[in-house]
């Protein structure tokens, strides 16, 4: 035989191949046609350290995005005009002395710490006859027909208003039931009024009131019961029209004698709802609210409770179920109310609404009246000095200025930031960015279909021989073959001749095995 014939070179593999072409950094300097060597080693433990880092980093972003972040931002807002909150307020004393009767007594005794007793004695302090001897109670009581009818009256506390400047009377005030019994509610909207506006802040831009809140009709305290009052004077709330008044838990005191100047500022708080934060982003489900809040929720909830356990409701719930009565008041409602609202905190569970209103305020008085206006002041609503010190107050309610706080939350990291990180992260630690990984994955496809499709479809496919397609005459003279034409006899490199039988019996022994 001739010289060797020189070894062709053996092609690369996939591998080699897929890191020469591929945009990932680093795999073209590890593989390599050839054998290991020391600089593939250190291009692949850099690769390596590079790609965990990486890894570490995408973890930990992961685990940040998963914690929802948020941020809270405080703004100051200015507007040209703004809409004048609804002031709520109610007198201490929630019934009038001079309209309660024998028969109120008979069934509010109770309520009022009196003892059956002790009747005549309660009768002369509220300045009525003691004679019973031709009082006869009634079968039944209606509890808001009293409350109605003793509670102080708006037109009688009113002495002067103005807002704006412009005079207002008790046709601008809205009643409404609260626990302090009937109160009065400014610029509620549920009078078919429009809500009013303001251009301006600062005293005599709001709302200034003066009243009298009559001590001379306050019940004489007999006994400490829900309904006993120690103080005199009256209870005021600023809230949304939106919400309804809870004045027992969240309203102010404003005390006779005195000119209370109240500067509010408004707040506009918007919460992230879950998982962010744990604000209510659903609407109120009740059959008495339209519109959720945390007022509305406590009232609703407080409503259910009562008539849950005692088959009725306070005078201040709504609804049009049975007003309780002296007695259910007394031993049910008083008692399960005050339960749910100091002891119970899981019957009622209000969220915060994602979307709410709130009022800041400043307060600060002056004396009223003064040495001087006294005189003048009696004169004017023909009473003493002496019952004007004691009965006056002036309310006046402005806005600071015509600007209102924005307190909102927002996300502090959301998925467009968590992206953003992960590709920094991959451009600075492999170099590879998300058609890299398209490349990767389309790789991973040719490999997949070349090797498990492949090998299914080769399994399934009978092997052949190629020397099964050649046919060779028993003769290989006979005619029209010649001997140049004749197959030669394969010879190994033993020097050991092989026929084209013998090659026909090795192929049907491999498809054998």
């Known amino acids: ?39 593939r ?60 009767t024998r ?53 009688e506390m009113l002495l002067d208003c103005k807002y704006r400047g412009k005079d207002c009377g008790p046709e601008n005030f809205t009643a409404i039931y609260t626990r302090y019994g009937k109160c009065y509610t400014f610029n509620s909207g549920l009078d078919g009024n429009p809500l009013l506006t303001t251009l301006k802040g600062g005293t005599g831009n709001g709302l200034e009131i003066m009243l009298d809140i009559q001590q001379d009709e306050y019940l004489p305290v007999w006994g400490e019961t829900d309904e006993t009052s120690y103080e005199a004077g009256i209870k005021v709330q600023i809230h949304s029209q939106d919400e309804p ?33 744990d604000c209510k982003s659903t609407p109120i489900d009740s059959e008495f609210f339209s519109t959720y809040s945390i007022t509305a929720c406590r009232i609703d909830c407080e409503t259910r409770y009562l008539l849950e356990n005692c088959n ?57 009246p003064s040495k001087a206006s006294a005189k003048y002041l009696a004169k004017k609503f023909n009473k003493t000095e002496q019952y004007i010190g004691e009965n006056i107050l002036v309310l006046d309610i402005f806005f600071e200025a015509l600007n209102y706080e924005k307190i909102e939350q927002k996300k502090a990291y959301e998925i467009a930031g968590l992206l953003g990180d992960i590709g920094g992260q991959m451009g600075l630690f492999i170099g590879a960015s998300v058609l890299t990984i398209l ?27 190629q020397s099964d397609n050649l046919e060779f005459p028993e003769n290989p003279t006979s005619p029209g073959v010649t001997p140049n034409h004749a197959p030669r006899a394969h010879v190994t490199p033993s020097g050991v001749t092989r026929t084209a039988s013998d090659s026909r019996r090795t192929c049907y022994l491999v498809t054998r095995l």
């Open 439 to 465: 490349e990767i994955f389309d790789y991973l496809y040719e490999v997949f279909k070349d090797k498990v499709l492949g090998y299914f479809m080769r399994k399934k496919r009978p092997q052949r021989c």
């Open 245 to 277: 008044p809870f004045i027992d838990q969240l309203g102010f005191g404003v005390a006779p004698g005195f000119q209370t100047f109240v500067s509010c500022q408004q707040q506009l708080l918007q919460y992230l709802p879950q998982p962010w934060g």
């Open 103 to 155: 028969n109120d007594i008979f069934w509010m005794a109770g309520l009022l710490g009196v003892e059956q007793g002790d009747f005549d004695d309660f009768m002369a302090a509220l300045g009525q006859p003691t004679d019973d001897s031709k009082f006869f109670p009634s079968k039944t009581f209606n509890m808001l027909e009293f409350v109605q009818r003793t509670s102080h009256d708006i037109e």
């Open 312 to 368: 009725c409701r306070m005078v201040h719930m709504p609804g049009t179920s049975t007003v309780c009565t002296p007695e259910q008041y007394k031993d049910c409602a008083d008692p399960a109310l005050d339960f749910l609202v100091e002891k119970d905190n899981d019957y009622c569970v209000c969220q915060t609404p994602c979307n709410m209103t709130r009022y800041g305020k400043e307060l600060s008085m002056v004396k009223i």
């Open 41 to 100: 080693l250190l291009w692949a433990a850099a690769f390596c350290s590079s790609l965990s880092i990486f890894l570490l980093q995408v973890a930990d972003r992961v685990i940040e995005y998963y914690q929802y972040p948020y941020v809270t931002i405080l703004d100051e807002m200015d507007s040209p005009v703004m809409f004048f909150p609804a002031i709520t307020m109610c007198n201490y004393n929630s019934f009038r002395k001079s309209k309660i």
């Open 1 to 39: 035989m001739g010289a060797a014939e020189e070894e062709a070179p053996r092609p690369p593999s996939d591998i080699t191949v897929f890191g020469a072409n591929c945009t990932l950094h680093g795999l073209s300097h590890i593989f390599l046609p050839g054998g290991v060597t020391f600089r």
